[in-house]
């Protein structure tokens, strides 16, 4: 599964339960990651705020795969240009769901209902979320 459609199914069952066994049987580095960005207000991916991006009609990559590359744009010492420039490009390698969902991600602003930190921490405990 891609995590966009991780993320529906989460959305998509009612009770706490459900939606952490949604997450523990699709468990990836991938989603870990995202979620971490999202939810970890000590971590920041030094991207500008407005960038724009063109949604990919043929994916070349899956967001599984890029996540990695998003660790040097965390550190802060890549060239603002160029870590804008990077991101762009990850964004439009990726399904256009996927894309949207890093974005968010980014910006602290991904939601999903009944997605929160304390559930997250339910899930993998505090080593994912400080």
Not at 48 to 63: G, M, R, Y
Request: hydrophobic content about 45%; proline content about 3%; some cysteine.
């Amino acid at each position: 599964m891609e995590i966009y459609e991780i993320l529906d199914a989460v959305e998509s069952v009612k009770s706490r339960e459900e939606k952490m066994e949604v997450l523990v049987n699709n468990d990836c580095l991938a989603l870990r990651d995202i979620l971490k960005i999202n939810f970890d207000s000590n971590l920041t991916i030094h991207v500008s705020k407005k960038l724009s991006w063109t949604p990919s009609v043929a994916p070349t990559n899956s967001l599984k795969d890029i996540t990695k590359f998003l660790v040097p744009l965390s550190k802060g010492n890549v060239e603002q240009d160029r870590a804008d420039a990077s991101f762009v490009a990850l964004l439009e390698s990726v399904h256009p769901m996927d894309a949207q969902i890093l974005t968010e991600a980014v910006a602290g602003k991904l939601k999903v209902k009944g997605l929160t930190s304390k559930l997250i921490k339910g899930v993998w405990g505090e080593r994912i979320i400080s």
